[in-house]
């Protein structure tokens, strides 16, 4: 299990069953720079796979990721002021999974970022990552990140993978940080790196370009993208975006730097205003059509 300090992450359990992620080294709060872009140019393609909604499957110097798990079958869910309606199911189930070693959960509060299969999982799982007002409600084997606070996980090969958290902003960019998380509350991204592996970078539930261009100025440029988009919309904040919409994603996309773009997170919810299809005529727009997967 990987280990904190007070300054950098909230502790999750000191220890976990054999085989499980363990940390390296103390995390720290300046995460690194050259060697993350060199990484990015060492052209290993990082295998993921989409199962629908925020959730996706990526193998990283061989460990195994899990991105929000939603495995629930399609029903509607009370949240403050209506509804949220799942409409499809997952591509999978948590069993068809085979074993994880790390969730990477950018917040816990919403059931179309963690539903009650997903919250099953967490249970199952040696690590999750998440924010650190998530870590303590969650409990277990949660362990918050705060922004730029990092963890190095131990690879089964001896080597390390550093798992940085990083900022995100589940709502109005002109609002500031304070006034969303009031009523939202936290969301947290990650980003990845080891010697000699590329980058990766996994946004979590994020409106806000002005940190996507913070994230690129110390990591950028990553090799894999994973974007959460689908402009979810519902009447908190007067209908404003809730995450980026498809062609911001494409901004973002050229802001880092990105090799190869897997946009999550625009599909299977009656609150995403748009779909895969936007993703891809939006890309395609900028140019950069052709470093989208959709897996």
Known sequence: MASSDSSSASSGPSSAASGSPSAASAPSTTPPNSPTAAAGTRGERIPVRVFGGPTALFEYGGLTFLTDPTFDAPRSYPVPGGELVKTAPAAATPAEL?????????????????????????????????????????????????????????????????????PALHGPEELGAEEVEATVGEVVGFVLTSADLPTVYVSGDNASLGLVREIAARFGPVDTAILFAGAPRVPVFDGALLVLDSAQAAEAAAILGARRVVPVHCDSWAHFTEGRNDVVAAFKAAGLDDRLQLA
Do not use: C, F, K, Y
Request: charged residues 25%; glycine residues 12%.
């Open 98 to 166: 085979g074993r994880i070693d790390v969730v990477l959960l950018s917040h816990d509060e919403h059931p179309d970022n963690l539903d009650e299969s997903g919250r099953a999982l967490l249970a199952e799982t040696p690590l999750t990552l998440t924010t650190p007002s998530g870590a303590r409600r969650l409990g277990g084997a949660a362990q918050g990140l705060a922004p730029w606070a990092s963890v190095d996980l131990d690879r089964p090969d001896g080597r390390t993978v550093t798992v940085t958290g990083v």
